[in-house]
C-alpha cells in the first residue's frame, strides 16, 4: 500500500489522534498480572498494542472489548497459563523486549516471535541483564527473535546500569523484578521514558526512583486493579505539529495529549528551531498529565540539538528531520546512534528519502546533517517504518510536487486512522 500526496495546503482546526501506544502496552501488562478488573479506557486499536492483547488473552487472560475500551480480569502475577503456540509481537520493539521480562519467571516455556522487521531488531541488550537475574533466552545467531524463552521460578535481583537508554530494558528489568528474590536496581543513562514507574506505582506496587534515572523495587510484592484512561500519543500529535509549524496559515489545536518531561523532547527542539507552540489546558490524568497543544506556522531555523533532547523525542526523529528540510539553516544530530536499531536504520531510510526529495543530507556514524531548502517531490521509500511513511507524507505540504511514499501498510501499528484525520485536518492525501 502506497500514500499519494498532492502537494501544498495547510492544516486547520481541532485534531484529535490515537491514544498512546507505549502506555496501552502497559496497561494490558500490569492489568493482566494484577489482582481484580481492570477498566482501560481509550486503549490504542493499534496493530502493536493489540498484539500485546491478544498474547495475554493466549495466556488465559479473559479481556471483554467494547471498540476502544477493555474490561481486564487479572489473574495475579502467578496465574498466567502456558500458551498453545508462539506469540506474535508484529512489528513491536515495545512489546517483544517487555514481555521477555515476565516470561523468564513462568511456570512454562514460550516462544516470541515478530514480523520481517521485528526479526531483525538486536535482542542481546535484552538478554544480557535477564540471564544475569537466572532467566534462560535462546535467540538466533544474531541474538534477534525469535526468542525461546526457558521459565524459571528462581529469578535473582540484579543491580544493572544500562548501557544503553532503553525504557524497554528498563521495564522489562522492573518487570522481572516483580517476581525475583531481593532489591533490583537499575541506574540508566540517561533518563528515559518513566511509565512504567508511574504506573507500577498506581497498581500499588512499592517502588522508588531518584531523579528518573535510578530505580528500585522488591520481589513478592501484588498488583491491585485500577481504571486507566489513556492519553494522546504524542509521538502521533508530533506529526500535526510538525506540519502546522511548516506550512503556511496552518492553525491546529491537539487535543488531551499527553504531557510528560520524559517524552517532550520535541516540543523543547522544535521551540529551539522558533516553533509557535503553546500548552493549554494543563491537567491530571491518572499518573501522568495531558494538556492541548496549539500550533500555528512559523519560519524555522537550523539548529544544532541538544544532547539532553535526544532520549525523550526519540521515537519522533523521522519528523523532525521534515521540519529540519523545511527550515533556514543546518540542522546538526549527533550521539543519536539509537536511532540505526529502530524499526529500519532511520538515519539512513530518512536521508535516502530526503535526498530524492532534493534535500542536501549527510549521515554520520551516529547522527545526521540536513541543510534547510525546497522539497521537491518524488517517490520514497518508507521501509516499512511506520513514522517515517508518516514523516514522508506531511512533507507534502510543503513540496513542489506530489510525493509518493511505499510501503505503508506498517502505520496501522500506531496510527490506523491516519489517512482519514490528516485529510479531515487538510492534507490532500489518499492511499494507493
Do not use: W
Not at 481541532?14 to 486503549?43: C, M, W, Y
Not at 525523550?312 to 539553516?329: K, L, M, N, R, V
Not at 508518516?390 to 510525493?403: R, W
Amino acid at each position: 500500500m502506497e500514500f499519494y500526496i498532492k502537494n501544498g495546503g495547510n492544516l486547520q482546526g481541532e485534531i484529535t489522534v490515537p491514544a498512546d501506544k507505549s502506555i496501552s502496552h502497559r496497561s494490558i501488562i500490569l492489568s493482566s498480572l494484577a489482582h481484580g478488573v481492570s477498566q482501560i479506557t481509550n486503549f490504542l486499536q493499534g496493530e502493536d498494542s493489540l498484539n500485546t492483547l491478544k498474547a495475554f488473552e493466549q495466556m488465559g487472560v479473559k479481556i471483554i472489548r467494547h471498540h476502544n475500551d477493555l474490561e481486564v480480569h487479572g489473574v495475579g502475577m502467578h496465574g498466567l497459563k502456558k500458551p498453545a503456540g508462539d506469540l506474535y509481537m508484529g512489528n513491536s520493539g515495545t512489546a517483544m523486549r517487555t514481555m521477555c521480562g515476565i516470561l523468564i519467571a513462568q511456570k512454562f516455556d514460550s516462544t516470541l516471535v515478530g514480523d520481517n522487521s521485528l526479526n531483525l531488531r538486536p535482542m542481546m541488550r535484552i538478554i544480557k541483564p535477564l540471564e544475569l537475574m537466572g532467566g534462560k533466552i535462546t535467540a538466533c545467531k544474531d541474538s534477534t527473535a525469535p526468542l525461546k524463552i526457558t521459565g524459571s521460578q528462581n529469578i535473582r535481583a540484579i543491580d544493572y546500569k544500562m548501557p544503553v537508554a532503553s525504557a524497554q530494558v528498563k521495564t522489562a528489568i522492573m518487570l522481572a523484578g516483580l517476581y525475583a528474590t531481593g532489591t533490583t536496581t537499575i541506574t540508566e543513562c540517561s533518563a528515559t521514558r518513566n511509565h512504567s514507574e508511574l504506573m507500577l506505582k498506581s497498581f500499588g506496587y512499592q517502588i522508588e526512583t531518584d531523579n528518573n534515572k535510578t530505580i528500585q523495587l522488591n520481589g513478592g510484592g501484588k498488583l491491585t486493579c485500577q481504571n486507566i484512561t489513556i492519553p494522546s500519543d504524542i509521538s502521533s500529535a508530533a506529526f500535526f505539529i510538525v506540519g502546522a509549524t511548516i506550512s503556511q496559515g496552518s492553525n491546529v489545536l491537539l487535543k488531551n495529549i499527553l504531557i510528560n518531561p520524559t517524552r517532550d523532547g520535541i516540543i523543547k527542539i522544535l521551540k529551539l528551531m522558533g516553533a509557535n507552540i503553546k500548552i493549554k489546558n494543563i491537567k491530571k490524568n491518572g499518573a501522568e498529565n495531558i494538556a492541548d497543544i496549539a500550533v500555528k506556522y512559523a519560519p524555522l531555523k537550523g539548529i544544532k540539538i541538544p544532547h539532553q533532547h535526544i532520549t525523550s523525542a526519540i521515537d519522533e526523529f523521522p519528523i523532525i528531520f521534515i521540519a529540519a528540510s523545511a527550515a533556514t539553516g543546518t540542522t546538526i544530530l549527533t550521539e543519536a546512534q539509537e536511532l540505526k536499531v529502530k524499526e529500519s536504520d532511520r538515519l539512513e531510510a530518512m536521508a535516502e528519502g530526503l535526498k530524492t526529495l532534493g534535500i542536501e543530507v549527510k549521515t554520520t556514524d551516529d547522527g545526521i546533517k540536513i541543510k534547510g531548502g525546497k522539497i521537491t517531490g518524488g517517490k520514497v521509500m518508507s521501509y516499512d517504518d511506520h513514522r517515517i511513511a508518516m514523516a514522508f507524507a506531511i512533507a507534502g505540504l510543503v513540496s513542489k510536487k506530489p510525493i509518493v511514499v511505499k510501503n505503508c501498510q506498517n502505520v496501522a501499528t500506531s496510527f490506523p486512522d491516519f489517512v482519514q484525520i490528516s485529510q479531515s485536518a487538510g492534507l490532500q492525501i489518499r492511499e494507493q
